[in-house]
């Protein structure tokens, strides 16, 4: 019996000190650096100046049209605002840290509540090669990678040159949305910037 019981305190002790060094050579394996990693996706210069034609300063007069009336809508661009979204990942044994680069501009409409109080645009980093741009409108979302929906010809919503309201527009791309149920599109180029909305309840046209 004591035979047994010395048997079963060496195991016990023998398990203890495995689980132990198991333990250490994986949190040592796992994770090199206490402080965990960090990863900096971070805007170019041709990823800034050459995507979306704006610059934050631009004025963007729009023709509203209504099922019942029109009205020319001005919307006043507020600067570029750079910043960095940081995202913490805790889930692993090391954190990983995530900086994405980006920058927003907020055009504001001073006049008229009906046609919304401003458009947003965001373009941001999401990984070292992609840039996808964010555009906020009436409670709406309108997003996609820049280099699909701007450069490509192969892109699902390319159009090419396309004529609104007497005004011609080359290189077009649309993005679709459902909206409540309904579809609405909204038409941009990477010359002309956002070139029209077709939402439900109206239509804003850029005018040239």
């Given at each position: 019996m004591k035979t047994e019981l010395k048997f079963l305190k060496i195991l016990s002790i023998g398990f203890t000190l495995l689980l132990i060094l198991t333990l250490v050579n994986c949190n040592n394996d796992s994770c090199d650096d206490p402080n965990g990693y960090e990863f900096h996706y971070l805007l170019s210069d041709t990823d800034d100046t050459l995507l979306i034609p704006y610059t934050g300063n631009e004025t963007l007069r729009f023709l509203r049209?209504?099922?019942?009336?029109t009205d020319t809508?001005?919307?006043q661009g507020m600067g570029k605002d750079y910043y960095v979204n940081k995202v913490i990942d805790?889930?692993?044994?090391?954190?990983e840290t995530y900086y994405y680069e980006g920058y927003k501009i907020v055009f504001k409409n001073q006049d008229s509540v009906n046609t919304g109080y401003k458009i947003e645009l965001k373009l941001e980093m999401i990984d070292e090669q992609s840039l996808w741009y964010y555009i906020y409108f009436l409670n709406r979302i309108f997003s996609h990678e820049t280099a699909f929906t701007l450069n490509s010809t192969s892109y699902g919503g390319y159009l090419g040159s396309v004529t609104f309201e007497n005004l011609t527009f080359s290189k077009v791309s649309y993005l679709q949305r459902k909206y409540n149920g309904i579809d609405e599109k909204m038409y941009i180029n990477k010359y002309d910037g956002i070139i029209?909305?077709?939402?439900?309840?109206?239509?804003?046209?850029l005018i040239k």
């Open positions: 049209m209504t099922p019942t009336d809508i001005i919307y805790t889930r692993l044994d090391c954190p029209r909305f077709e939402l439900n309840e109206l239509i804003l046209q």
